[in-house]
């Protein structure tokens, strides 16, 4: 069946969601929810600045300046490294 999931590709999927996750959970619990929002990470769908700055009470530019921080600390060698294995395999 060419739908199948190979084993292996099956591994490297729940690898690559348990490490997100993990490195997701480095953030703090509101640039985390933020990027999981933004992104639609565990979730149905992805959410605008406006309805993630809706859901926290603050504006849109808000949110925006929140995401950049989280996103300019995941691009840091520290966590960066822990995905990257991925990208190149």
Do not use: W, Y
Not at 4 to 11: E, R, S
Not at 26 to 55: A, K, W, Y
Not at 62 to 69: F, G, H, S, T, Y
């Amino acid at each position: 069946d060419k739908m199948a999931i190979l084993p292996i590709d099956a591994a490297i999927q729940a690898n690559l969601r348990e490490t997100t996750t993990r490195v997701l959970a480095s953030l703090t619990p509101r640039e985390e929810r933020v990027l999981r929002m933004r992104f639609g990470i565990g979730m149905n769908t992805d959410h605008t600045l406006e309805e993630v700055g809706q859901q926290f009470s603050v504006t849109r530019e808000r949110i925006r300046q929140i995401e950049a921080k989280a996103l300019r600390k995941l691009k840091h060698p520290s966590r960066s490294r822990k995905l990257r294995s991925f990208l190149d395999s």
